[in-house]
């Protein structure tokens, strides 16, 4: 069956200090993945998408960036982190052949000090 | 792109009492349209979705419709209760970019 693990679940960082997190899908191959962003009390803005290795579409201008260096591994960075990077980030993922609900992993609280 | 639009923000019914929330999307080629419900401090989950070709599905209490001509879906809670609290969200899911744009979501409050 398929899995998907993003961590760490909560994590407070100084203004200025870099970011990564990471997120891994277990069971399946090729799938669409996905950074969401969830502010408090608001809707999931969704950040990047990607279809492919290597291969990330951008939603938004931020200063978030992300990356996909394996099939399964997706990865949300930044360099210097702003006040208004705090929230709820969410990693999912969806299948390609199939149109399908994305299946959502645990979620990264993050608070930007 | 895929704009989806959802309303309303909030809604509050009583025990035993339906609710109904709306959702509009802009592309055409959108063609699946899943349901999440949120709970607090949790990830979303799916409860119910549509695919284009169907105009209706049923789940117990929950019912979606889709209306493609209009481009416009609802969620339908029938007899509702306190664990039925939670936001929803509505999304639509491009047949050309493979993504899946979420509506603002609708705060639920089952009051007893």
């Known amino acids: 069956s398929q899995t998907i693990h993003q961590w760490p679940a909560t994590l407070v960082q100084p203004v200025g200090s870099p970011l990564s997190l990471e997120c891994t899908v277990e069971g399946t191959s090729n799938p669409n993945l996905y950074w969401y962003r969830q502010a408090a009390g608001r809707g999931l803005q969704l950040l990047f998408y990607?279809?492919?290795?290597?291969?990330i579409s951008s939603e938004v201008p931020q200063n978030l960036s992300a990356s996909r260096p394996q099939d399964r591994q997706f990865i949300l960075s930044s360099k210097k982190l702003l006040l208004s990077d705090s929230g709820f980030y969410l990693c999912a993922w969806g299948t390609q052949m199939v149109r399908t609900e994305a299946f959502f992993g645990q979620g990264t609280r993050l608070t930007v000090v | 792109g895929e704009n989806v639009e959802q309303h309303p923000s909030t809604l509050s019914v009583q025990e035993g009492d339906s609710a109904v929330i709306k959702c509009t999307y802009s592309?055409?080629?959108?063609?699946?349209f899943p349901w999440y419900k949120q709970e607090l401090g949790k990830r979303p989950q799916l409860i119910i979705d549509i695919r284009s070709n169907v105009g209706e599905k049923k789940d117990q209490r929950i019912a979606v419709t889709l209306n493609k001509t209009a481009k416009h879906f609802s969620l339908h809670i029938t007899e509702t209760q306190p664990e039925d609290s939670a936001v929803y969200f509505c999304?639509?899911?491009?047949?050309?970019?493979?993504?899946?744009?979420f509506g603002t979501g609708t705060r639920l409050q089952v009051t007893l």
């Open positions: 990607s279809v492919g290795i290597g291969q």
């Open positions: 999304a639509a899911l491009s047949g050309t970019a493979s993504k899946l744009t």
């Open positions: 592309d055409s080629a959108s063609n699946y």
